[in-house]
Every structure is written in C-alpha cells, then in structure tokens.
C-alpha cells in the first residue's frame, strides 16, 4: 500500500543534483504545506507521493532556468530527473491590436527519460510577473514532463529593446530573470546618396517608409537630425508608404538622422558632409570663363577693358551667384532644368560672370540698385 508508493532515491542520483547545485550540501525537500532543508551527508532519500527535492544552480542557460528537481511520477514508480525549461518567442508589433505580442513556452524536461511524458504526483508551480508587461496566466503549476509546454502569453504597449518576467519557483522566493527580445519594425531612412557637399551647399534627399506592420491608418513621422533641420520635420504616412524628406547639410563631417513614430523608429543614419573642393573648383572656373566672355563682348562694343579686373570680377561674381543658386536663390533669371552636379555649379557661375552686375540688378532690384550705387 503507502510502503509501495514511496520512491528510494540512491545516492548517485543525489550526487547528480548535489553537484549542479551552488551549494552542494543544501537540498530543498517540498511536502504538501511544508518545506524544510536537507544538509549533510545523504545516502539515499525516501520520496513519498507528492514531494519534490528542488535545488537552485549559480548559472543559467537561454532555455532553461536555474533551478533543478527530483520527484516521482503520479505512481511513484519512476525517478524524475527535472530541468524548466523556458522557449522564449520574441515580442513582434500586432498592427490590428496596437501592441507587441510574445509568449513564453514553460515545462519540464526530464533529462532521464526525454522522450516520454510522465504525470507528476504533485504539481510544480510558478509565479510569474512583467515589468512593463502582461502576463497571461500569472501563476504555472506544471503537472507532466516533456512536452507540452505550457503557453504564457506577453503583452506590450510600448516596450524597449526587450521586456523582463520574473519567474519565481515556489521555493525559492528570489526567483530569477527572462528577459525576452522585441522586434520591432524599423522605420527605413535611405538616403539617396551618402555624401553631399558641405557648408549648406548641398541637399541629400532621403527616402522615408514606413513598415507595412504599422497598418493603414496614417500616423506621423518625426525626422530628427543632429546638425541639420529635416524638412519636412514631420511626414504623415500609413504601413508601407515613403514619401521624401531633404536635408541640408551644415558645416563639414557626419550627421546622424533619426525617424520615430511610436511604436516605430529607425536605425541612425549617418549622412557625411564633404569639402566643397568641386563646388568651388566649377563656380570659379565657371566665373573666369564668363569673365573672359564679358571682356570679349565689352571689346566688340568698344569699351575699353582690363583683362585683370575682368577676371577678378568675374570670379567673385560667378562665385556668388553659384552659391546663391546652391541655396535656392537664382540670380541668372533662366530656368534651370536640374539642380545638381559641377556642370550646373560651372553654368550658372559662368553666366553669373557673363551678365554682370546688370544680371543680378535684374534678379533682386535691392541689391541692384545697391550695385548701381556703388558703380557711380
């Protein structure tokens, strides 16, 4: 009867626990309503239905926690040799609920019989709590070995890079840590091209999408930049949309460019500002060019010229008008079809060049009238 039922355990099994253990001499033996600690040499142990010999190790692994168990199944027959075991599913954005969802996958291995599935004589629980996060159910009591596992699912309005549960067996209340990950979906920042010319010379164009996950309702998306100011700061865009921001670049080196909408963000974009070497190189050829096209027309009408001052002007001029027009401002009065590249820097500074001061007069009366002020 009751004699049959209890279960011998021998001592190479307790050495098997005992050398897990931190503390190899402590043993903790759990009886219904009672627990009490075994110290000392131990050459064999009588379990009796419904106890369990539990014991906490100084290292953990990903899959399993750090506690260890010896008990019997529900005939006491056979010796069970028991590890918890956690398989963590990451935390992923739920568009349709607007929250991160992720489970926890708890159970028991029986690490002396794997691949069977034995019912416990009693019951193994465990507290579970989250910060920051749901836990559903909040409590485990764990009945058989192996498979299956026991669901515990996770929720999240806006977690970090990853959640914490506590999981507290019950005899040890100092329990111990799972942090589970998040994945979340990024924000994409594409920038057109990685460098541009510096010292506001230049825009970089960057491609902004946002994750399809983050479903069809439109949300904002602020830009952020750690020199510059995106323009648009904000763009209004739904899952799987991009629209366009620029950037203008300030001074010379990197800047970074970040986009959040919660629960969304970005990795941080590094866009380089370079030297504008080519920039100048082309407005001041392009200005001695036109300088030297003006001396030419200037003789053909009979004026009297001074290649020199020509040149100089010209210079200054082309200079100015090109990095006029690199910040929106075309004092040509033509029409540009593109923007971009030495090509257009050399054009518009030789025409700058070319027309002269009555150019610029002609494209900001202000500063023509100033110029005509001066010349007399």
């Known amino acids: 009867g009751a004699a049959q039922q209890v279960r011998v355990i021998h001592k190479p099994v307790i050495a098997r626990l005992r050398g897990d253990s931190t503390r190899p001499r402590v043993l903790t033996r759990i009886s219904p309503g009672k627990t ?5 040499r131990i050459d064999s142990l009588r379990l009796r239905p419904g106890q369990v010999i539990a014991v906490t190790l100084d290292t953990t692994s990903p899959a399993t926690l750090p506690f260890r168990y010896l008990s019997t199944d529900s005939a006491a027959a056979t010796t069970l040799y028991l590890r918890p075991a956690v398989e963590i599913e990451p935390l992923a ?43 559903t159910p909040s409590a485990l009591s764990l009945k058989h070995t192996n498979l299956p596992f026991e669901r515990v699912r996770l929720a999240a309005a806006s977690p970090g890079e990853s959640v914490r549960v506590h999981i507290r067996p019950g005899f040890n209340p100092r329990g111990v840590d799972v942090w589970v990950p998040v994945e979340r979906p990024a924000i994409a920042l594409e920038p057109v091209t990685p460098t541009v010319t510096g010292l506001g010379l230049a825009v970089a164009i960057v491609h902004v999408t946002l994750p399809p996950e983050a479903g069809t309702t439109p ?38 460019l970040y986009a959040r909408s919660d629960p969304f963000h970005s990795d941080r974009v590094v866009i380089v500002y370079g030297w504008p070497a080519r920039f100048f190189a082309a407005a001041l050829l392009g200005g001695l060019l036109g300088s030297v096209v003006a001396g030419y027309g200037a003789r053909r009408r009979g004026k009297g010229t001074s290649p020199p001052a020509y040149g100089v002007g010209g ?7 090109a990095i006029a027009f690199a910040v929106g401002l075309n004092l040509t009065g033509l029409e540009m079809v593109t923007q971009y590249g030495e090509a257009v820097v050399f054009v518009v500074a030789a025409l700058g060049a070319l027309l ?4 610029i007069g002609k494209a900001v009366p202000v500063l023509g009238r100033a110029l005509e002020g001066r010349a007399r």
């Open 315 to 321: 210079l200054a001029t082309g200079l100015l008008v």
């Open 36 to 40: 009490d600690t075994l110290r000392g």
């Open 356 to 359: 002269g001061l009555p150019g």
């Open 219 to 256: 949300r904002v998306v602020r830009l952020t930049a750690k020199h510059a100011i995106p323009e648009p700061s904000e763009l209004t865009l739904a899952g799987g949309e991009t629209r366009d921001a620029k950037v203008r670049s300030v001074g010379i080196g990197t800047d970074t």
């Open 93 to 135: 954005y739920a568009g349709a609920a607007r929250e991160f969802r992720g489970a926890l996958h708890v159970g028991l291995e029986d690490s002396l019989d794997p691949a069977a599935s034995h019912r416990l004589a009693s019951p193994i629980r465990f507290l579970l709590n989250g910060d920051r996060v749901s836990v």
